[in-house]
Structures are given as structure tokens and as C-alpha cells.
């Protein structure tokens, strides 16, 4: 659970990185300063919580979730990353690690991942739908997992 844990919250902590980055220097500081005692907190409290149910790991469909969601965005850098659609990169790399967790509740046996991968999802499409330009990079980046 601890490993689980460490690897969520570093990617987390890149993901704030990534999204806050345009706010200014005095909010990226604050906020990620927040993410990184959050993701202390969290793997501390993993290393103390004994899981409920017996951990089931199925390897294929975990390879098979991480793969496809690495090709999915290396193509969405790929297209995505010149001219003015540029500032669609961060809100779909959101959408597709969203989908990334869908394949987690095979590999992990777990129905919470459908919650986590349907907010991510959800949020990005919001934000890209609702939510001014200026602020598709740091609202998907403050939803992290």
C-alpha cells in the first residue's frame, strides 16, 4: 500500500508542477508546497492503514492500462503540442489518465478507481467546456489524485 502511495503522490506533485506553473511565482510556491505536505501526509497515513480487503493484483490488465495510456499520451504531446493547440495537452493528458484508471479497477480488484478515473474525466471536460483558457492548465493540475 505504501508503494502505491509514494508513486500517487509524486506524480501528483509533478502534475501541481505542471498545472500551476502560469499562476505567478507566489501561488506555484504555496501550492506546491501544499501538494508535497498532502503527499507526506497520505503516505504516512498508508504506511498505518491496514487494507480492508486482501490485495489482488492482476498484472496484464495493469500492463495493459499503463500502456495504453502511455501511447495515448505520447500521441496527444505529439499532436497537440504545436501552435494553438497547445492549450489543450494539459486538460486531455487529465482525460486520459482519468481513463487509465478505469483499467485499475481490473488490476487492483478495486471499484474506487471507477470514482477517481470519472472525476478526473469529468473535471478536465468542465473545465474545458465552462472555464475560460487561462485556466485549463491549473484547474485539471489542482484535481490531481
Do not use: Q
Not at 92 to 115: D, K, Q
Not at 117 to 137: E, F, Q
Amino acid at each position: 500500500m505504501r508503494i502505491g502511495a509514494i508513486v500517487v503522490s509524486i506524480f501528483a506533485v509533478i502534475w501541481i508542477a505542471a498545472g500551476t506553473r502560469n499562476l505567478g511565482r507566489r501561488w506555484f510556491s504555496w501550492l506546491l508546497s501544499i501538494s508535497i505536505l498532502i503527499s507526506l501526509g497520505v503516505i504516512v497515513a498508508a504506511g498505518k492503514i491496514s487494507p480492508t480487503h486482501p490485495a489482488t493484483f492482476n498484472g496484464k490488465a495493469y500492463g495493459l492500462s499503463v500502456a495504453f495510456e502511455a501511447i495515448l499520451i505520447f500521441l496527444a504531446v505529439l499532436l497537440l503540442s504545436s501552435g494553438d493547440r497547445k492549450r489543450f495537452l494539459l486538460p486531455i493528458i487529465s482525460i486520459i489518465v482519468g481513463l487509465h484508471f478505469f483499467g485499475l479497477v481490473w488490476a487492483f480488484g478495486s471499484n474506487e478507481y471507477w470514482f477517481v478515473g470519472s472525476a478526473m474525466c469529468l473535471l478536465s471536460i468542465l473545465t474545458m467546456s465552462i472555464l475560460p483558457r487561462n485556466l485549463w492548465d491549473s484547474l485539471p493540475a489542482l484535481a490531481a489524485p
